[in-house]
Nanobody, 126 residues
Framework: QVQLVESGGGLVQAGGSLRLSCAAS????????MGWFRQAPGKEREFVAA????????HYANSVKGRFTISRDNAKNTVYLQMNSLKPEDTAVYYC???????????????????WGQGTQVTVSS
């Protein structure tokens, strides 16, 4: 059974920073890449960032490029999302996700992921 557990969300003022963590475990877990998505109230879930486990190749949504940084710690099976210069429009529930099998990078679609965490709320006040 694959488990993804996010942490690190919270309330922050605009311009502030937060770091999200996603701890992964499970024998069927594919270590090719991991992704972060977010879903704001009344909106569809959208891609935020992704990273490959082995070489650390990254890809970002245009809306967060230059402000967010995705990284991983292979020894801890943990992926991080450092979020700087936060804006009110970054307010959302943030989810980490993992695929079952290998696939093309970057994996921008939810359909390319099989496993999801429970989500962590990020609220940015103006």
């Amino acid at each position: 059974q694959v488990q993804l557990v996010e942490s690190g969300g919270g309330l922050v003022q605009a311009g502030g920073s937060l770091r999200l963590s996603c701890a992964a475990s499970g024998r069927t877990f594919s270590k090719y890449y991991m992704g972060w998505f977010r879903q704001a109230p009344g909106k569809e879930r959208e891609f935020v960032a992704a990273i490959t486990w082995i070489v650390g190749r990254t890809h970002y949504a245009n809306s967060v490029k230059g402000r967010f940084t995705i990284s991983r710690d292979n020894a801890k099976n943990t992926v991080y999302l450092q979020m700087n210069s936060l804006k009110p429009e970054d307010t959302a529930v943030y989810y980490c996700a993992a695929p079952r099998d290998y696939g093309p990078f970057p994996p921008l679609s939810q359909a390319e992921y099989s496993y999801w965490g429970q989500g962590t709320q990020v609220t940015v006040s103006s």
